[in-house]
């Protein structure tokens, strides 16, 4: 089993940053692919980002050069960093681990789910 817990969402406005970070504890963090996804309001949940666990990332065409994913495996958590915040990206984000360990962009890979935090981006 794996646990995950995000944190660093909240209300940002149009330009600006958030670093959103997510810790597991469970199974030996390094062996994890760890993704992000997100779920606006009455939308279907979709990828955002992937790192693999041998550091490979993996991005949506939406986000690549705003967003950057990073892991510290020493403190088992994965950071998403996103810049240039537009007011489309508000959504509930959510990390989850995939125990082959890959980047893949499929959620049905993912074994083992966080609970999500919001992010607003206003104009």
């Known amino acids: 089993q794996v646990q995950l817990v995000e944190s660093g969402g909240g209300l940002v406005q149009a330009g600006g940053s958030l670093r959103l970070a997510c810790a597991a504890s469970?199974?030996?963090?390094?062996?994890?692919?760890v993704g992000w996804f997100r779920q606006g309001p009455g939308q279907a949940r979709e990828f955002v980002a992937a790192?693999?666990?041998?550091?490979?990332?993996n991005y949506a065409g939406s986000v690549k050069g705003r967003f950057t994913i990073s892991r510290d495996n020493t403190k088992k958590i994965v950071f998403l960093q996103m810049n240039s915040l537009k007011p489309e990206y508000t959504a509930v984000y959510y990390c989850?681990?995939?125990?082959?360990?890959?980047?893949?962009?499929?959620?049905?890979?993912?074994?083992?789910w966080g609970q999500g935090t919001q992010v607003t981006v206003s104009s």
């Open positions: 989850a681990a995939d125990s082959a360990g890959s980047s893949r962009c499929y959620l049905g890979y993912y074994d083992f």
């Open positions: 469970g199974r030996p963090f390094r062996e994890l692919g």
């Open positions: 790192i693999s666990r041998s550091g490979d990332e």
